[in-house]
């Protein structure tokens, strides 16, 4: 294996900056390296991987500018700071005051439901219940799924209190 001189190296990290996400293909043709050279300078860099496009992608560390969830999207590949798909599901679902439903957690994934939501039935760090009809996910630390249940009976749960006039009632 030939060494990477390091003005390649800074140059490379010149275009992947301005290019905010990158393939490993343009990696290895930048860098004029093999695929496991490629993969080995992602690592050390701690490059991002993006939990859509099937990983496909990847992003340097000073590049993503995450919200408050911790997860970044440019254009149609989206990041995060938990790393895969299955790390940010289960820290989105734990942070969550009242637990999510699936349509909530693919709005902010910026996923559909049914594309992803199999593959967590039974993942460590959820668990998940049938509320209204309707999946819930909550963390499976009993302390948050406590207050997560809570949460949620003392917001969905509330009666609606409609008053109505006698002549509205008739």
Known sequence: MTRLDQDTIK????HFEKAK???IGEITS?????IPSARLKLKQ???YTSYNQNGRFYALPQVPRFDHHGLWHHENVAFSRQGNLKNT????VSSAPAGLIGRQLGELLG???QSFLHH???CPGICREKHDGVYVYFSDDTAVYEKQV?????VFCRPAVVSISDPEAI
């Open 11 to 14: 140059a490379a990290w010149k």
């Open 21 to 23: 996400v990158f393939t």
């Open 89 to 92: 599901f289960v820290h989105l």
């Open 150 to 154: 809570q949460q949620r009976s003392s």
């Open 111 to 113: 996923l559909s439901p």
């Open 30 to 34: 930048i860098l004029k390296c093999s």
């Open 45 to 47: 860099w701690r490059a």
């Open 120 to 122: 967590f039935r039974n």
